[in-house]
């Protein structure tokens, strides 16, 4: 076990200005009235730093949507902690970014989702893109390590040539590229979003291309798991590596680690950093290897992948102590195979949210925006938050 989780990734709110139809965010939403005090959180981060912590993920629902997030950063940066703002960019302007800067932030990750405007709002359920490029202009003028986080899935991935090419003009010093992974909710638009394995063939090809063109960006890649042979280290193994605290205070291995059933989470405003990590039932729950249920607890590869992801174990198996399914020695793989197959053998399926019509009609005829928009699951918001206007 490692002494001290390597990074706290602090969701300081759930609410957001962007309705993205395959947030990571629960379903079940914090409210703006139960998320955590100032107080709370800079003691937080104090525990955290204490504790050995070297890194903090501020990230939401949006984290600017906290009026109180350029204190929260200088409080993080006081207590040694490297500071990383994961932003969508609404609502950062040239002021709000050099305070941000004054307090000690040392990165900020700003995802798009998409290089053409009605896409990218179409996936987003909200005007937002053009803004976000104003944003990208203004984050590249500081002294900031910047990266542009690109979410990719079988909608985009066609055009993800074009989409490097537009994140490499606005200047980042790193560029991610990731396939949505299926929790939240892009479990429930899983349907839509899931690439073909063309799709995702081409894409190792078009990011290869990329890393050879690109020598002073540096590009990371993260592939979508169903079609790979072995699971991914989810979070680098349970409890190992990482720290999660919900916008209430709740303390989770994972983000998604509440759609488990029995698990227990202590909260940060009754419980030490410390006592959660070191001797919460949570933590301790599927860390190391004495959980593993075979094929695992013999695999050479467990040390590698840790058994794979818990949640996807739950969502997709029922069990959230059995190898991951996407693993190819695992007995539920075939689960994951039958979605590959359904989309494989009718990747013009526009099967979209959770009230569509499995396989009716086909991407050329629904990809226009709104009949898209109307069959999207969009991300809702905590009860009590206006929405955006929808587009
Ligand atoms: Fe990883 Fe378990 Fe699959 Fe082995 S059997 S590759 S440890 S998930
Ligand atoms: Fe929870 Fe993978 S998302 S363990």
């Known amino acids: 076990m490692s002494t001290a989780p390597l990074a706290l990734i602090a969701e300081l709110t759930h609410r957001c200005p962007l309705r993205c139809v395959y947030c990571s965010n629960p379903l079940e939403l914090r409210a703006r009235s139960e998320e955590l005090s100032t107080e709370t959180w800079v003691r937080a981060f104090e525990e955290a730093a204490q504790l050995g912590t070297l890194h903090v993920h501020l990230t939401g629902g949006e984290p600017l949507a906290r009026g109180d997030l350029t204190p929260l950063v200088l409080a993080a940066r006081s207590a040694g902690l490297y500071t990383n703002l994961i932003t969508s960019g609404i609502g950062l302007n040239e002021k709000r970014l050099s305070s941000l800067v004054e307090a000690g932030l040392d990165h900020i990750q700003l995802s798009f989702q998409d290089a053409e405007e009605s896409s990218a709002d179409t996936i987003a359920g909200c005007s937002a893109h053009a803004q976000k490029v104003a944003v990208a202009q203004l984050i590249s003028e500081t002294r900031l390590a910047f990266t542009v986080n690109l979410v990719v899935h079988r909608r985009n991935l066609d055009r993800l040539e074009e989409i490097i090419s537009f994140a490499e003009r606005l200047r980042p010093h790193r560029i991610e590229i990731a396939h949505v992974q299926y929790y939240g909710w892009a479990l429930r638009n899983r349907e839509a979003l899931l690439p073909t394995l063309d799709q995702v063939q081409e894409s190792v090809a078009v990011v290869e291309r990329a890393?050879?063109?690109?020598?002073?960006?540096?590009?990371?890649?993260?592939?979508?798991?169903?079609?790979?042979?072995?699971?991914?280290?989810?979070?680098?193994?349970?409890?190992?590596?990482?720290?999660?605290?919900?916008?209430?205070?709740?303390?989770?291995?994972?983000?998604?680690?509440?759609?488990?059933?029995?698990l227990k989470f202590e909260n940060v405003k009754e419980k030490s950093l410390r006592w959660i990590w070191e001797e919460s039932s949570s933590f301790r729950r599927f860390r190391g290897e004495d959980w593993m249920p075979e094929p695992c607890r013999t695999c050479e590869r467990r040390t590698q992948d840790f058994g794979g992801c818990r949640c996807q174990a739950f969502l997709v198996a029922g069990d959230a102590a059995a190898t991951d399914p996407v693993c190819s020695l695992s007995p539920h793989r075939h689960l994951i195979d039958a979605v590959l197959k359904r989309i494989n053998l009718s990747p013009l399926s526009a099967d979209i949210g959770s009230s569509a019509e499995p396989g009716a009609g086909n991407v050329k005829a629904l990809d226009t925006d709104l009949a898209l928009r109307q069959r999207w699951a969009y991300r809702t918001n905590p009860a009590g938050v206006r929405e955006r206007p929808e587009l």
């Open 211 to 262: 890393k050879e063109r690109l020598k002073g960006i540096k590009i990371d890649f993260v592939t979508p798991d169903y079609y790979a042979t072995f699971p991914k280290p989810c979070m680098g193994g349970w409890a190992r590596l990482l720290m999660v605290v919900d916008p209430s205070g709740k303390a989770l291995p994972c983000h998604a680690a509440g759609v488990i059933p029995g």
